[in-house]
């Protein structure tokens, strides 16, 4: 049987149970941990169905960590653990991982920045060896610093400065709807920032954030527990710990009073809206309701905002929904549900935002139906599995969740919470969140619309 027939035989399984199920029934994620000596917390998930292996190294340092004055430096950072060591070059990191048939990447989020390769299993020592060598140092010198700084700075040009909405759905509507600076300030950074920083600064950033003790290592796929362990071991076992600086207090409470913002967009076609509103805490008994809340939404073409104003009252052109820029199970601070759609010229965002209200409403006052519910369900779990299939996705996720929660067996947890969630935790966490005042609501404009609109006056 080929890969490809497992994951759809999979896929019919899953779907053919009823979305109730027992726990028995469930995939049970293989999830091992050990801690090294210097810190490292390591999670290894065997799996030898195919000779493959997937890498995620977790940092926990994200935007909303970064210092002061150093507003992207998590981001720039990123970019600077590609760019050698003093043992392994400029290049060689991408040659060796690359040339033997596997690839990596990396991104940085609010509260973390990941590390990711996937090759076959062969290459495993090759690959931990240069984890292990860049969590060691980095080559910091001048020139990497300012083409990085330069490549940073013209990925805000192309990704925001220069595209349609500029992710205003993610970055302005956090700078609105938050009150402090960790969590509302630009992920990308301000150039002022970014053109400010020394060797030094970015020097003693890798000191501060990138020990062994502030890293998760993941490994999935061809590899037993006890060689996973024994390679941590052999390849981290003797970085040192470094001292880490204290978290700061990210806490905020839901918003009292609702925030409105228009916006010019000189690139943009069609108007948008986004709406976001301040949800409940990790791990908390609103949690799981409000991610099952979010699907019942704007969970593609079946959903409530897709039946209700794309397909029914033919209003907005499309309606999504996003949890920043992670998975709504990875956060460690305040975060946002925000819903977003690109809407037609002929109506206002206040028509739109007014029958967005009366489909929230209706699920406050008479709740999700069982099939709506089972259906909802039945798609988030398939979504779930299918992205655990992956050796790559699923050492990244065990290491986000071992970072995030403390605890990658959550992974194994998901599902419960996912099915546990009826009809009225969907009542109440739409009656108690879903409100005016504590949503923000931007409305983005192309500017022939406001020029027009201003002639008009």
């Known amino acids: 049987m080929t890969p490809k027939t497992r994951r759809r035989l999979a896929l019919g399984l899953l779907l053919a149970l009823p979305v109730l199920a027992q726990a028995s029934d469930r995939w049970q994620i293989p999830v091992h941990t050990r801690t090294l000596d210097n810190g490292l917390t390591v999670v290894v998930s065997p799996d030898d169905s195919a000779p493959v292996v997937g890498v995620s190294v977790v940092y926990k340092i994200g935007s909303r960590q970064e210092p002061r004055n150093r507003s992207g430096f998590a981001h720039l950072f990123e970019h600077l653990m590609f760019e050698g060591t003093p043992v392994a070059g400029e290049g060689v990191f991408d040659r060796v991982i690359t040339s033997g048939g596997g690839r990596n990447n990396g991104s940085t989020r609010s509260d973390f920045t990941n590390y990711i390769e996937v090759a076959p299993a062969s290459a495993l020592e090759p690959i931990l060896w240069l984890e292990a060598d860049r969590m060691t140092t980095l080559d910091f010198n001048e020139r990497t ?16 400065e220069n595209q349609p909405y500029g992710g205003f759905m993610w970055l302005d509507i956090n700078q609105a709807a938050f009150q402090k600076w960790e969590n ?6 301000s150039f002022e920032d970014l ?15 990138y020990g062994p003790n502030n890293a998760v290592l993941s490994i999935a796929g061809d590899v037993t527990a006890e060689q996973g362990f024994a390679l941590a071991q052999k390849y981290f076992g003797h970085i040192a710990a470094r001292p880490t600086p204290a978290r700061p207090d990210v806490s905020e409470p839901i918003n009292t009073g609702e925030k409105q913002l228009t916006q010019s967009d000189a690139l943009a076609q069609v108007p948008a809206l986004a709406v976001g509103w301040k949800i409940a805490d990790r791990g908390s008994e609103d949690h799981a ?71 929230i409403a209706r699920i406050a006052r008479d709740g999700v139906s069982d099939e709506e519910l089972a259906r909802v369900k039945t798609r988030m779990l398939a979504d779930w599995n299918n992205g655990m299939e ?68």
């Open 145 to 160: 610093l300012a083409n990085q700084q330069d490549v940073v700075k013209e990925e805000i040009r192309v990704n925001v």
């Open 184 to 189: 509302n300030h630009d992920d990308y950074g």
């Open 195 to 209: 053109e400010s920083a020394t060797v030094e600064d970015v020097a003693a950033f890798h000191r501060d954030f």
């Open 289 to 359: 309701p409000i991610v099952v809340l979010a699907e019942v939404l704007a969970g593609g073409d079946a959903s409530r905002v897709y039946q209700g104003l794309v397909k029914g009252r033919e209003m907005a052109v499309n309606g999504e929904y996003l949890f920043g820029l992670s998975s709504p199970w990875e956060f460690d601070g305040p975060t946002l549900l925000t819903l977003f759609a690109l809407y037609k010229p002929q109506y206002t965002a206040d028509q739109l935002l007014a029958a967005l209200d009366e489909e």
């Open 390 to 457: 992956s050796f790559l996705d699923r050492a990244d996720t065990l290491a986000r969740l071992q970072a995030i929660w403390g605890d990658a067996d959550v992974a194994n947890q998901i599902p419960g919470w996912i099915d546990a969630v009826d009809s009225k935790d969907l009542q109440r966490v739409s009656a108690r969140y879903l409100t005016a005042k504590n949503r923000t609501v931007i409305d983005r404009k192309p500017a022939a619309m406001l020029e027009a609109a201003a002639g008009q006056e």
